[in-house]
Nanobody, 130 residues
Framework: QVQLVESGGGSVQPGGSLKLSCAGS????????WGWFRQAPGKEREGVGI????????NYTDSVTGRFTISQDNAKTTLYLQMNNLKPEDTAMYYC???????????????????????WGQGTQVTVSS
């Protein structure tokens, strides 16, 4: 069964940290574009951090650059998102998603339309408040 399962969300105070995990199964996600997205209430879903094909490159949205780090485990079946110095505006549902068939760089992955990411996890909630 092809699936992505996120975990690690929670509630933290501003300045705190969280590490999200996305366990992939049934497919070699690491060969293609996969990464993290988020959606806050009333806002469109946006890309947060994307890993390009074979994990060769990484791209982040400007608002998280320097604070968030995306990585894979050695088996390349789990995707992580280390989030430091969290801000209230980071509050959102975070999703892991993959774009099968797109073996391109992280920059090119980030330029893909959202509909190109056809495999999604169920999401994990991140809430940042004092």
């Amino acid at each position: 069964q092809v699936q992505l399962v996120e975990s690690g969300g929670g509630s933290v105070q501003p300045g705190g940290s969280l590490k999200l995990s996305c366990a992939g199964s049934g497919y070699d996600f690491w060969r293609f574009c996969w990464g993290w997205f988020r959606q806050a209430p009333g806002k469109e879903r946006e890309g947060v951090g994307i890993i390009g094909a074979a994990g060769s490159t990484v791209n982040y949205t400007d608002s998280v650059t320097g604070r968030f780090t995306i990585s894979q485990d050695n088996a390349k079946t789990t995707l992580y998102l280390q989030m430091n110095n969290l801000k209230p505006e980071d509050t959102a549902m975070y999703y892991c998603a993959a774009a099968p068939g797109f073996r391109v760089s992280a920059t090119a992955c980030s330029a893909l339309r959202l509909r190109s990411f056809t495999i999604w996890g169920q999401g994990t909630q991140v809430t940042v408040s004092s």
